[in-house]
């Protein structure tokens, strides 16, 4: 399915006055302020998070799945629902495939079809977490810190299968989330199991292409619930050093425990130019992959002020790769996707409102009081205009959500796909 122009043009048309009247005033307002709202809205429309492959169908929990009518059952489709959202909303240019949950049959295809959308291909993810029909070898006590070294060479060499397949469609890093740890007190030798980490990671990294970028991904528990070998940023930090310069930390919000201090977490890794990758979603409890913004809009505020501080001053740091990384237990992913991606480009759209100077100022003066006015004036601004605008002026949708609905989107994917299709993936 595809949505013609004519048509978002359509049912923006219902919404222009209005989207006019809010959009005046906010200019007027944040014009008194010495805001440049143009410059803000071209940020806006730069701004481009990845979707990944697996986020397009119904997810679950391990107690069960509910599937959701017309899911994408293929790549393809996945692409194509991808496509849909980036038409909306104009911010979900890219996509991030799982290996090997989304392997192309047809590499050419696949890029056509992916220049056509205007999406780029990402980071791709190896899967070390679940066992493949025709593996040798069972991950179930580890992988690339098994004791077996066979076990690690079968997971090294997938790493580098996802490689060669994100190289022939022009993804220029590999991101490694391991599931690795122990679920028994006294089941691994912790340094065992992290040396063997190191030197299988140190493995795949010398073989990466020269132009590629290595993130590593931390996760305090789960599915291990006594030890996880990559537990937190440090453990990844220093995994990522002893890799080498191409080597990067990726943060995922919902990998922490309740309350870490991810803003700070961010501030170090830029400062030391090693955040390489960021996975939005959030969380009320652990790894919840909830819609983005849903439970802690400030934190998430807050943290994006750090992103941004980090790179206008931290030319160490590499432009992060941003992915979603949510589940969408029980609503319409696409419709979920839609509501994070206006999460993330309001906390973002907030956080460029933050008079920098003047925090600077405040903070000198050890204006306790006033530093905390300057951040919640930002993050209280309704910036949702400039977000309306900047999607006008991509060709997207005012309102992404009730264009979705009113263009009955959903429903013509089911009429395409069946209401019984299902989506690869967790
Ligand atoms: C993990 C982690 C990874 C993602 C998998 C599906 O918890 O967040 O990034 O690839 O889930
Ligand atoms: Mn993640
Ligand atoms: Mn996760």
Known sequence: MEIKEQHIAEVNKGHLDGHRSHFDFLTAHLAKQGKDVNAIIDRLLEFQVAIPSWALGAGGTRFGRFGFQGEPSNLEQKMDDVGLLHQLTRTAGAISLHIPWDVPRDYNAIKERAQAKGIVFDAVNSNTFQDQADAAHSYKFGSLCHLDKAVREQAIAH????????????????????????????????????????????????????????????????????????????????????????????????HHLPNTNIEQIVSTLMLKGKLGGFHFNDSKYGDDDLTVGSVKPYALFLIFNALVYGMRHNAQNPYPAWMIDASHNIKDPLEDLIQSLEAIQEAYAKSLLVDQKLLEQAQAAHDVAGCQEILQNASRTDVRPLLEKARLNGGGAIKPLEAYRNLNVRTQLIKERGAHSVASGL
């Not at 490689?163 to 469609?169: P, T």
């Not at 993130?215 to 070998?229: L, M, R």
């Not at 990067?248 to 919902?254: A, E, F, H, P, R």
């Open 159 to 254: 790493n580098l299968e996802v490689i060669k397949i994100g190289d022939k469609l022009g993804s220029k890093s590999l991101t490694v989330w391991l599931a690795d740890g122990s679920s028994f007190p006294g089941q691994h030798n912790f340094q065992t199991a992290l040396q063997h980490t190191e030197d299988s990671l140190k493995t795949i990294y010398g073989q990466m292409p020269g132009d590629w970028k290595l993130f590593i991904e931390y996760k305090p528990y789960e599915p291990n619930f006594y030890s996880t070998v990559i537990q937190d940023w440090g453990t990844s930090f220093m995994l990522a050093n002893a890799c080498g310069e191409r080597a990067y930390t990726l943060v995922d919000l919902g």
